[in-house]
């Protein structure tokens, strides 16, 4: 008897796949298509939270009832003695894999949400269940299949993959592709581009790689950093019935730009009694509590002080730091996520920023796409976007508030307003929309002439210089992308024109 029918086969080397892919990427999309054929509902291009109320996944719920069925159907006949080489063992062990993890969803999500409603972690209480069901699964009928296997390390792979999937898709909202890019990217910044390799052996050591995040002001570069520091690998202790680390006590958000030098050094590396003025008794820093599952989100790096650079350099090259005043080397162990929307290479130029300190950072890169170009790739993205704060601000009518607010919005500033505060300034305007009826942009309130609707009123009355209407065009680009760099992509001009016209 062999283990598969040959429609079984192509099944379980589907969900295989599947099981592996980047959900944010169209290959997803493609396999599950190719799993249900007729039965695929969709075409959900890009996978993103929806407005209305979170049903299921329909294709999702569908391939998940076949894995069930099929995984179920290949162990009753490994039991019985199936024939299995040893692809088939593969594709067996990788469809359990993926009807495991469907199986504990539901678990795993309130797991998440209890520690998100600030309950502490209580111990696993599907841990005895689940062990024995891994163990059925994998040794049908007491039939030893050769599946290297720890139900220790599955368990804390599927809560890394349930918290990721959480953080990534219900807090980085948005239908544009760039939106959808962005998921993507931070989906392999925490598991990189190959979930195979990193589960075989890679999440040791993701946790020495910074990840640096760039993007204008109000593009979610906290979001993103949140995601990926709630979302790393956590041991599961199975002695204990426990994970070692409770994953929400393990971010530290650190503005580096709301400090003086002597405080930043102090929050970060921690200082002894004594070590300033000030210094009443030893403080412990953020490296130092920061655990070894966790992060340090080091929020605008790029104002950092060129003698802390030097201090954080070493701490990145050797994990080692003191505390101010004291000799004593202390150990860093967690991971550190940074975060600027400064051009750094523009910055190094200068001379304000180490270039070896840059270097030690941009290992991951990410980019955080600015609110217009969301737009500009997907208009209806705007009232999308204002339902989802106006749900956070006025759950009972969101859908009516951000429509009213969508209209105002289209009326007064126009379909074309840049947005140069991003997705933070479309909030604001939600909320002064909604309490006074109207919304004044900064740059109009500041009254410069260099604001997008004077430069148009200037454009229409032909009262402008070529030089005048350049500078005012870089001025209005630059406050949409917010670095040099990318106004002189956009611009097609050189990056040293660019800055020369900005301080004209
Ligand atoms: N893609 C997004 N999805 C949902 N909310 C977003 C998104 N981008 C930004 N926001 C919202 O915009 C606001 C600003 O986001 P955040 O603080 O992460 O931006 P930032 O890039 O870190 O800004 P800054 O550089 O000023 O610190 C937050 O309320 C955040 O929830």
Same mark, same amino acid.
Not at 395 to 411: F, G, H, Q, R, Y
């Given at each position: ?10 099944l ?19 396999? !599950?298509?190719q ?10 291009? @890009? ?9 299921p ?33 593969e594709l ?48 049908p009928g ?12 599955? $368990? ?7 918290r ?39 999440y040791?050591?993701?946790?020495? @790689? ?56 102090? !929050? ?44 954080l350099?070493?701490? $990145? ?5 003191q ?8 150990r ?46 997907a ?19 969101a859908?009516? $508030?951000?429509?009213? @607010? ?19 300034? $479309? ?18 309130a ?27 065009y ?23 024109? @660019? ?6």
């Amino acid at each position: 008897m062999a283990l598969f029918t040959p429609g079984q086969r192509q099944l379980a080397t589907a969900i295989s796949r599947l099981g592996y892919v980047n959900p944010f990427q169209m290959e997803r999309v493609e396999l !599950e298509r190719q799993i249900l054929g007729d039965q695929f509902s969709g075409p959900q291009a @890009v996978w993103s939270l929806q407005l209305a109320a979170a049903a299921p996944d329909p294709n999702y719920q569908r391939i998940a009832l076949l894995a069930g069925t099929l995984v179920r159907d290949a162990a009753g006949r490994l039991a019985e003695g199936a024939r299995a080489d040893e692809r088939d063992v593969e594709l067996y062990a990788d469809a359990v894999l993926y009807h495991l993890f469907d199986a504990y969803r539901i678990e795993l999500q309130q797991m998440i949400e209890a520690a998100h409603a600030g309950r502490p972690a209580a111990p696993v209480s599907f841990w005895r269940k689940f062990r024995d069901e891994v163990s059925r699964y994998f040794t049908p009928g007491g039939r030893q299949l050769g599946i290297g296997y720890d139900p220790c390390h599955m $368990l804390a792979c599927y809560f890394q993959l349930r918290r990721a999937f959480f953080h990534v898709f219900f807090f980085i909202v948005g239908r544009s592709p760039a939106a959808a890019r962005l998921r993507s990217m931070v989906w392999e910044s925490i598991f990189t581009h190959d979930l195979r390799r990193y589960q075989r052996s890679i999440y040791r050591c993701l946790g020495d @790689v910074t990840t640096l995040i760039t993007g204008p002001s109000g593009t979610g570069k906290e979001l993103v950093a949140r995601a990926i520091g709630l979302s790393r690998y956590i041991p599961f202790d199975g002695e204990r019935g426990r994970f070692v680390e409770e994953f929400c006590a393990g971010f530290h958000p650190v503005n580096l730009s709301a400090l003086s030098p002597t405080l930043i050094e102090s !929050e970060l590396f921690g200082h002894r009694r004594g070590a300033f003025t000030g210094a009443v008794a030893d403080r412990v820093g953020w490296l130092e509590t920061c655990p070894e599952h966790g992060a340090v989100f080091l929020d605008e790096i790029g104002e950092l002080d060129a003698s802390i650079q030097v201090k954080l350099l070493r701490v $990145l090259q050797s994990r080692m730091f003191q505390r101010l005043g004291d000799t004593a080397e202390r150990r860093f162990s967690g991971k550190v996520i940074a975060a600027t929307n400064r051009n750094l290479v523009a910055e190094i130029d200068a001379g304000r920023f180490r270039e070896d300190f840059y270097y030690r950072l941009c290992a991951d890169r990410i980019t955080t796409p600015t609110l217009r170009e969301q737009l500009d790739e997907a208009p209806d993205d705007l009232e999308h976007l204002l339902v989802m704060s106006a749900r956070r601000v006025a759950p009972e009518e969101a859908e009516s $508030l951000a429509t009213e @607010v969508a209209e105002w919005i289209n009326k007064h500033l126009g379909p074309r307003y840049p947005w140069p505060g991003n997705v933070r300034e $479309l909030e604001q305007c939600f909320r002064n929309v909604m309490i006074h009826g109207a919304y004044t942009p900064a740059s109009t309130a500041k009254g410069t002439g260099d604001d997008w609707e004077s430069t148009a009123r200037s454009i229409r009355g032909g009262e402008l210089s070529a030089e005048e209407l350049l500078r005012r065009y870089c001025k209005i680009v630059h406050a949409h992308c917010g670095s040099y760099e990318q106004t002189a992509k956009r611009t097609g001009l050189d990056w040293r024109t @660019v800055k020369k016209k900005l301080s004209e």
